[in-house]
């Protein structure tokens, strides 16, 4: 079945998925089926488009006057880093650890951060089930949520 999928997927123009066909594409899997296909290059890609589309999706009306740093540590087959950065009503995605410090960090593995980018999780569910780890500003990172369009499956 999931090399099916695999197949299928990686033969997938991800830029031209919509996100709401991206969060059905997501809900269909399961958690074993995103833990093999999340490896190497479309891996890569997945995670790259993703977070592409976050500067796309902020809502700077929801934002404020939040400023922050926000590190995502995606745990799989090795761990993935990005950094948000909001700031002046704006989003900035950029890969990688900075220096800086960030006002709160999160750390899940590939399936818990899929679903959660997806719509098809919910954050408190998954940090009372410890799926998500948070260290730092566990309010902000309680409201992450708002300051996104996040699409529904």
């Known amino acids: 079945m999931a090399d099916d999928i695999t197949s299928d997927l990686s033969k997938?123009?991800?830029?031209?998925?919509?996100?709401?066909?991206?969060?059905?594409?997501v809900k269909k899997l399961?958690?074993?089926?995103?833990k093999e296909l999340a490896q190497g290059e479309l891996r890569t890609r997945v995670l790259g488009e993703v977070f592409g589309r976050?500067?796309?999706?902020?809502?700077?009306?929801a934002a404020g006057s939040t400023e922050a740093l926000i590190r995502w540590k995606i745990d799989g087959e090795s761990e993935v880093v990005y950094e948000t950065l909001i700031s002046d009503g704006t989003c900035t995605v950029t890969e990688g650890r900075?220096?800086?410090?960030?006002?709160?960090?999160?750390?899940?593995?590939?399936?818990?951060?899929?679903?959660?980018v997806s719509g098809n999780a919910g954050p408190v569910t998954m940090f009372m089930t410890r799926k998500l780890k948070i260290a730092g500003d566990v309010a902000l990172a309680?409201?992450?949520?708002?300051?996104f369009d996040i699409p529904k499956a």
């Open 98 to 116: 900075s220096e800086a410090e960030p006002r709160v960090t999160l750390l899940m593995g590939d399936a818990e951060f899929l679903k959660l």
């Open 30 to 34: 399961s958690n074993k089926e995103i």
């Open 142 to 147: 309680s409201g992450l949520t708002r300051l």
């Open 12 to 25: 997938l123009d991800f830029a031209s998925v919509s996100p709401e066909e991206f969060a059905r594409i």
């Open 54 to 61: 976050m500067e796309k999706q902020f809502k700077p009306e």
